[in-house]
Nanobody, 127 residues
Framework: QVQLVESGGGLVRPGGSLRLSCAAS????????IGWFRQAPGKEREGLSC????????FYADSVKGRFTVSRDNTKNVGYLQMNNLKPEDTAVYFC????????????????????WGQGAQVTVSS
């Protein structure tokens, strides 16, 4: 059974950091692109970052560029999103997702390209 489970969310003060993890089971995460998204109440799902397989494309949305870093550890079957200098406007539910497309295809920030999704992790940035 294919499953993605996020962890690492929580409450943090502005300027603080969190690292989200996306643990995969039922498939080898290293074969596929990983995307990270967030959705705040009343807003559309926003593509934040993605990482391709191998040394392929890495994408960051302008809203998080320079503050967030995406990575993956294929030996552990886990993806990560390191979030630094968090701001109140980063408050949202964060999701990881996996793209079942052919290996080697550049990752995309479009949510409709992804096939499996985690359950989401709440991130709240507040003083």
């Amino acid at each position: 059974q294919v499953q993605l489970v996020e962890s690492g969310g929580g409450l943090v003060r502005p300027g603080g950091s969190l690292r989200l993890s996306c643990a995969a089971s039922g498939f080898t995460l290293g074969y596929y692109a990983i995307g990270w998204f967030r959705q705040a109440p009343g807003k559309e799902r926003e593509g934040l970052s993605c990482i391709s397989t191998g040394n392929g494309r890495i994408f960051y949305a302008d809203s998080v560029k320079g503050r967030f870093t995406v990575s993956r550890d294929n030996t552990k079957n886990v993806g990560y999103l390191q979030m630094n200098n968090l701001k109140p406007e980063d408050t949202a539910v964060y999701f990881c997702a996996e793209d079942n497309g052919p290996a080697g295809i550049p990752c995309t920030e479009l949510p409709e390209s992804y096939d499996y999704w985690g359950q989401g992790a709440q991130v709240t940035v507040s003083s």
